[in-house]
């Protein structure tokens, strides 16, 4: 089968150094062995997403020497790539979880699942036992006067193992780790993790390459994967590039951005080379065209992933 890999930016805000680096190792991975590369816009949030940065990151990443076969600019068999786009698809998916059992209505704000925690491990916001419990005692009288309701994943108890291309074997506690997650807002906007794998897996991709953040969420992912009765793909997540302050970049801080570097006068190989150096597929950070990252020598990939991810 020919591999499929992605890159899946959201339009909330310029592209970074960070996004970039993610971007050349999803593009690289698929080219390097002879496979498709596709491109999506991960547009879900409506207050966030500015639609007008969709062109501006697409064209941040064809200057950076990243090219895709299927995308919004280009289209597709897999189209449409923008998932404000994709609402139908979504619906039909949560359709399907809910006659599978998989779902289930939650009538708590915010601030409820955050009050019931008992917060074991720092995740306050791990939807588990204690939130079901005080869904069940206060859902039902929320319901009759009307309040709306999210749609949860029901998660099974257990653990959930797999074993990353780049961060090797993962394992997490279902119920400690990940919970119940939100399938679609009370709001009625669709959740990112429902989102990005019906996607993929209509997309037909094989392969993801994204930052180590998404981590856990690959966790929650690989149960939806297993309740849709669909394969997952292979995993690979990659280190997040930090700033100056030795913090995770973000968007919204303003971290270094492709435009204000591109403006500043660096050229588009002098990044890739300093990307490349920095995810240790280069010897030294001299420029480089992305392209030459596909030469052979620069060309090894991680060992593939070994073993199915498994539930127990
Ligand atoms: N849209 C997500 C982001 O920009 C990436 C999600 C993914 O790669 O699965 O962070």
């Known amino acids: 089968m020919r591999v499929r890999g992605r890159y899946a930016p959201s339009p909330s805000g310029p592209l970074h ?22 491109l999506r816009v991960e547009d879900l949030d409506r207050q966030r997403s500015r639609p007008e940065l969709i062109d501006v990151n697409l064209a941040e990443l064809r200057w950076l020497g ?62 588990g036992p204690a939130q079901r419990a005080l869904n069940a005692a206060v859902g039902a009288a929320r319901r009759q006067a009307g309040k709306a309701s999210c749609e949860r994943f029901l998660a099974p108890p257990g653990e959930i193992a797999f074993v990353d ?52 969420s690959t966790g929650a992912q690989l149960l939806l994967y297993a309740a849709l009765g669909a394969a997952p793909p292979v995993f690979a997540h990659v280190p997040l590039l930090l700033d100056e302050d030795g913090q995770r970049m973000a968007k919204r801080r303003g971290s270094q951005t492709l435009s204000a570097l591109r403006e500043a006068g660096a050229s588009p190989e002098a990044l890739v080379g300093r990307l490349a150096h920095s995810m240790g597929w280069v010897e030294t950070p001299a420029p480089l065209r992305a392209v030459e990252l596909l030469d052979g020598g620069l060309g090894e990939l991680p060992p593939a992933a070994g073993g199915n991810p498994k539930t127990q």
């Not at 150094?17 to 596709?38: C, E, H």
């Not at 359709?95 to 008992?118: I, N, P, Y």
């Open 66 to 127: 990243i090219d895709w076969d299927e995308g919004p600019d280009v289209g597709g068999p897999c189209g449409p790539y923008v998932q404000s786009a994709r609402f139908a698809r979504y619906e039909e998916a949560l359709e399907r979880l809910r006659g599978s059992g998989h779902t289930f209505g939650c009538w708590l704000s915010r601030k409820d699942v955050l009050e019931a925690s008992s917060a074991p491990h720092g995740r306050p916001h791990v939807y």
């Open 165 to 216: 291309r780049e961060a090797g074997p993962q394992r997490f506690d279902i119920l400690e780790e990940i919970g119940d997650f939100v399938l679609r807002r009370a709001d009625g906007e669709w959740a990112y993790q429902l989102a990005v794998v019906v996607d993929d897996l209509a997309m037909g991709i094989t392969e993801e390459v994204r930052g180590e953040d998404l981590l856990v």
């Open 17 to 38: 150094l960070g996004n970039a680096r993610t971007a050349l190792a999803a593009w690289r991975s698929a080219r390097l062995q002879g496979g498709a590369f596709v």
